[in-house]
T-cell receptor, first 110, second 115 residues
Framework: RKEVEQDPGPFNVPEGATVAFNCTYS??????FFWYRQDCRKEPKLLMS???SGNEDGRFTAQLNRASQYISLLIRDSKLSDSATYLC???????????FGKGTRLSVIA | GAGVSQSPRYKVAKRGQDVALRCDPI?????LFWYQQALGQGPEFLTY????????KSGLPSDRFFAERPEGSVSTLKIQRTQQEDSAVYLC?????????????FGPGTRLLVL
């Protein structure tokens, strides 16, 4: 079983729609959580960190549920430019590597 | 300023050939990471350097993979006797912060195809 699991999609949504992605992680020792964005044939870039209390950055909202070991990303009012792969990332405590999920592909359609 | 650069951007190798992939991190960044990203997968950690010291190589898949950063700046990932399963994008990332934190700046990657 992969440490970080995501639905690969693709999620095809119209412009203006709200879309949500979930991610589950298997290791309860995971301490830090992030969403990265990766455009087609480009490098990953940090989108946002995920805090226990939930956090928002413009149209993006991230939530963490430690009891159920899942993380979510909600995108409101989708734009064509949101089309990308969204990578769920977890990190254990200490000097340990980032662990990436496979990513969820989003296509926003005009 | 300049970001992380990698060369070559594309490499085609015959099975059994040795390859060397180069990473130029952002100037002054102490931490450097290598990842392997197979098609349809997320990046998988290979190794981490703090300055010239290789502090974590737990992700290297076999002893055919070797990485170095002799002067604490440029790094080279070498793959000996390449196999078809080595075909992937090899991503380098760097960070100004010591340790394996989340703020890593990725390069564009080297796309390796082993025939």
């Amino acid at each position: 079983r992969k440490e970080v699991e995501q639905d690969p999609g693709p999620f095809n949504v119209p412009e203006g729609a709200t879309v949500a992605f979930n991610c589950t992680y298997s290791n309860s020792a995971s301490q830090s959580f992030f969403w990265y964005r990766q455009d087609c044939r480009k490098e990953p870039k940090l989108l946002m960190s995920v805090y226990s209390s939930g956090n928002e950055d413009g149209r993006f909202t991230a939530q963490l549920n430690r009891a159920s070991q899942y993380i979510s990303l909600l995108i409101r009012d989708s734009k064509l430019s949101d089309s990308a792969t969204y990578l769920c990332v977890v990190k254990y405590s200490g000097n340990t590597p980032l662990v990436f999920g496979k990513g969820t592909r989003l296509s926003v359609i005009a | 300023g300049a970001g992380v650069s990698q060369s070559p951007r594309y490499k085609v190798a015959k099975r059994g050939q040795d390859v060397a992939l180069r990473c130029d991190p952002i100037s002054g960044h102490v931490s450097l990471f290598w990842y392997q990203q197979a098609l349809g997968q997320g990046p998988e950690f290979l190794t981490y350097f703090q300055n010239e010291a290789q502090l974590d190589k737990s992700g290297l898949p076999s002893d055919r993979f070797f990485a170095e950063r002799p002067e604490g700046s440029v790094s080279t990932l070498k793959i000996q006797r390449t196999q078809q399963e080595d075909s992937a994008v090899y991503l380098c990332a760097s960070s100004s912060i010591p340790g394996q934190g989340e703020t890593q700046y990725f390069g564009p990657g080297t796309r390796l195809l082993v025939l």
